[in-house]
């Protein structure tokens, strides 16, 4: 059987990179090339200061350290990276189309289908072509069909390998996954491909984690984890609105189901709504290939779980409106957080852009403060909607790299993401430089909410 030596991931993504470097750092013996078109976010990974790369994740930049120049390499040449790998993955963004049919609904395939003719052009030896990318089920069908049709004798294995890392987590996620799964053709060279693939993961994780299936149990099954996680978030959202009008606590209630074993208490956290670039995209998927196979019921369930997560960001900023005696025009209010969740710098999709877009359109001014999203990011994010023009989005928002200036002045605060450090403020001092009623807003209910009463707040959390 095949053992990899060399091994190219195309993608420097948040998947792509930490996923490499971990690879990289755990099989010293394999050369690792991860190469992307974007030539600025190469050059970040190459930084000599390893601060520098282009995903912020805890002990990232420590994994790329150890590896970056003994087994790990980032370029721009593609094609050469591809030539000399005998296992290639393609790690490329899917993300929701904008145009056509299937627009707002299915995947936009076109940089896989890419992928797919660079590797049919490139190649004078045989390879495994690995899916990382998550991937309509069926994908590998059409990578297939472009890969063998190219007659040049070469032979192609296509496995599909879908990541299921979060952000804020990658690294430990990667060294220490729940499971690896990979998906497979039942033929002997498919069964070889995918022995091929068990080997360098076993390099560090238990053989008995590593998950074989076909390959569209596979695809399917990224689908379908999303579909299922984000469904937890939905549903628990769902009740906290219920909760605000019983007096009913939904952290109580959370607690008071998840300790049933057969719940389990993970992923019922009530929130101002999921964000990521991955639930939104991955389900809007599955509801598109649900209603193409002419499943309607099966498509409306799934499109609940995404309806729940507009109603619930929209919720939380029309109760900001209405707790300012239904009006924030003119007024200040600061948030807490851009990023969908802690310990990213990623912003895809993230409740705060779809607040501060609602609260924008009722002419609030929006002071925001993240440690670690860019200045540039909050206002491209603002652009990427087009509900104002990019000078209206700039006017109404201001941007501070201190939480204590973002929030002085301010009418209210909004707490957009979980990020540890909210807790340890200074609130007496914020709580002396706000407009009074100084009122805050916990949509990840993070904050102490007792200690804040005493101090003077008026707080409001997600169903509590
Ligand atoms: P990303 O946008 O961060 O990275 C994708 C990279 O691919 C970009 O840098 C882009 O320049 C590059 N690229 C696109 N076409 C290319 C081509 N033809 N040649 C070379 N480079 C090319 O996306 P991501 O978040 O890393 O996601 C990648 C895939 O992984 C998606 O399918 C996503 O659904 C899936 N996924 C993401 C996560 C996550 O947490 N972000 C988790 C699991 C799976
Ligand atoms: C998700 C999946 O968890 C991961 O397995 C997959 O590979 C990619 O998509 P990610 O989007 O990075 O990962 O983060 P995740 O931790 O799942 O959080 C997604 C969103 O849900 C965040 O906005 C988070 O704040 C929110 N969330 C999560 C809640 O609101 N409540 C919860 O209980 C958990």
């Given amino acids: 059987m095949r053992k990899i030596t060399n091994i190219c991931c195309i993608g420097a993504g948040y998947v792509g990179g930490p996923t490499m470097a971990v690879v990289a750092k755990q099989c010293p013996d394999i050369k690792v090339t991860i190469v992307d078109l974007n030539e600025a976010r190469i050059a970040a990974w190459n930084d000599p200061d390893v601060n520098n790369i282009p995903v912020y994740e805890p002990g990232l930049s420590e994994v790329v350290a150890e590896a970056r120049g003994r087994n790990l390499f980032f370029s721009t040449d593609v094609d050469q990276a591809i030539a000399e790998a005998e296992m290639v993955f393609i790690s490329v963004n899917t993300p929701t189309k904008t145009y056509g049919s299937g627009k707002g609904m299915g995947a936009d395939l076109k940089w896989i289908e890419l992928c797919a003719r660079q590797i049919a052009r490139v190649s004078t030896s045989d390879k495994i072509i690995v899916e990382k990318s998550t991937l309509p089920v069926r994908t590998a069908e059409a990578v297939r069909d472009i890969l063998h049709n190219t007659g040049s004798g070469v032979k192609f294995q296509v496995l599909s390998n879908p990541e299921f890392l979060a952000e804020g987590t990658a ?185 501060a877009d609602e609260l924008l359109n009722e002419q609030a001014f929006i002071q925001v403060y993240d440690p670690k999203v860019q200045t540039e990011q909050i206002y491209h994010d603002l652009e990427y909607l087009e509900t104002r023009s990019v000078e209206s989005n700039r006017n109404g928002v201001s941007v501070y790299q201190d939480p204590y200036e973002a929030c002085d002045g301010a009418h209210a605060i909004a707490v957009l993401t979980e990020w540890d450090e909210f807790k340890n403020y200074d609130w007496q001092k914020i709580y002396a430089k706000m407009l009074k009623p100084a009122k805050i807003f916990d949509g990840r209910n993070v904050l102490d909410h007792k200690a804040l009463r005493e101090i003077g707040f008026q707080v409001n959390g997600i169903g509590v």
């Fill in 171 to 355: 690294v430990e996620d990667l060294l220490s996954p729940d499971r690896v799964l990979i998906g497979g053709d039942d033929s002997e060279e498919g069964q070889e491909a995918i022995a091929a693939l068990v080997d360098v993961y076993a390099n560090w994780i238990p053989r008995e984690r590593i998950l074989t299936t076909n390959v569209w149990s596979s695809e399917l099954s990224k689908l379908v984890a999303n579909a299922f996680l984000a469904q937890r978030i939905s549903s628990i959202n769902a009740i906290s609105e219920l909760c605000e009008k019983t007096e009913a606590n939904i952290n109580e209630v959370s607690r008071a189901i998840g300790t049933d074993s057969r719940i389990g208490p993970k992923f019922l956290k009530a929130s101002v709504g999921f964000g990521g670039s991955c639930f939104q995209k991955d389900i809007l998927n599955l509801v598109y290939i649900s209603r193409s196979f002419g499943l309607q019921e099966v498509a409306d369930y799934w499109e609940q779980v995404i309806i729940m997560n507009n109603h619930q960001r929209k919720r939380f900023a029309l109760n900001i409106v209405k707790s300012l005696y239904n009006t924030v025009s003119g007024k200040k209010i600061a948030f807490l957080g851009w990023a969908f969740k802690k310990d990213t710098n990623d912003t895809r999709e993230s409740a705060a852009i779809y607040v």
